[in-house]
């Protein structure tokens, strides 16, 4: 699931912002000979991978939560001097985490319903599905403290949980139709009596920003698709936010194919994981403590 979302990350990366005939076709060839969006090339990670493993690190042993101090003080860190990116750099951060990050997060549902909680959001799934009493709401709302990006950064963890416990994917588009979700993020804001607009009713027609449409198409690509790297393609080669949707259906894909899923990636791109033993020692202490 990890691997999953920061290779996921990675290969969105590629068109990231991009619509139209800027959206280049996913293959490896063009993914060995050619630079990501920002002139990086294979294997660099974007502000996702970064803030999820920010999360990873935030993980205390003893106590099985995740300490909110230490996400503050290390996204900081990144944001100002680069730690845990892959650049020694912070690039593509969020407005709504900077903001969060000076203690100035943004509150109103108009604009504060950004998918900047749900991108990091792997690693709190898969403790929560260890030890059910870490709060989804509370590391949520560190960034995204608005009812609609905590409801479906829940609704993450309900997907996740169902994967991990073994259902089908039949069973799974019984259960939860990708298109309820706007459904229930009607809901949350008609409880908070938030103004409904037309353009919650109905899916974006590609993978935009809002944390609604980044579920929604993550969700319905990893039902539609039959493989880790079929699914990762397709969502690339919708542009817009591609990093983001990528690295989340990238998390509940691995949680499904596993990481022979993922690892249907040729080892060569693989090896090209920047940071590499950072990544993996990352990971690696993080499923440990869990």
């Known amino acids: ?10 290969i ?4 990231e912002f991009q619509e139209g005939t800027g959206i280049r076709k996913i293959n490896y060839d ?8 920002f002139g990086h090339e294979f294997g660099h990670f974007t502000d996702d991978s970064t803030c999820a493993l920010i999360t990873m690190d ?17 996204m900081k860190d990144w944001r100002d001097n680069g730690a845990y990116s892959s650049t020694q750099q912070c690039f593509d951060i969020g407005r709504a985490t900077s903001r969060a990050i000076d ?26 599905y260890q030890h059910e009493n870490i709060s989804i709401k509370d590391l949520a709302e560190l960034t995204h403290p608005v009812h609609v990006s905590t409801a479906i950064c829940e609704w993450f963890y309900i997907y996740m949980w169902t994967i991990l416990q073994g259902h089908s994917k039949a069973q799974m588009r019984k259960l939860f139709a990708p298109e309820n979700l706007y459904m229930y993020a009607r809901t949350a804001k008609t409880i908070n009596n938030e103004k409904i607009f037309e353009n919650d009713l109905t899916p974006y027609p590609t993978p ?20 880790y790297v079929e699914g990762v393609f397709q969502l690339a080669e919708m542009g817009d936010d591609a990093d983001t ?9 691995g ?18 994981l920047a940071k590499k033993d950072f990544v993996h020692s990352t990971i690696e202490r993080f499923v440990n403590k869990l």
Request: include cysteine; proline fraction near 4%.
């Open 12 to 15: 969105g990366s590629y068109n």
């Open 103 to 128: 203690g100035q997060p943004i509150t109103d549902p108009l604009t504060g319903n950004g998918n900047g909680a749900l991108m990091r959001f792997a690693p709190v799934a898969l403790a929560k």
């Open 245 to 253: 949707v990528c690295c989340v259906y990238g998390a509940l894909a």
């Open 58 to 74: 935030a993980f205390d042993d003893d106590t099985k939560q995740f300490s909110a101090e230490f996400i503050l003080k290390n």
């Open 255 to 272: 949680a499904y194919y596993g990481i022979d899923g993922v690892n249907q990636l040729p080892q060569d791109l693989r090896d090209r």
């Open 1 to 10: 699931s990890l691997y999953g979302s920061i290779y996921g990350d990675i």
């Open 208 to 227: 935009s920003g809002y944390v609604v449409d980044t579920l929604y198409w993550a969700w319905k690509v990893f039902l539609e698709s039959d493989s």
């Open 30 to 37: 063009m993914l060995r000979k050619e630079d990501n969006i």
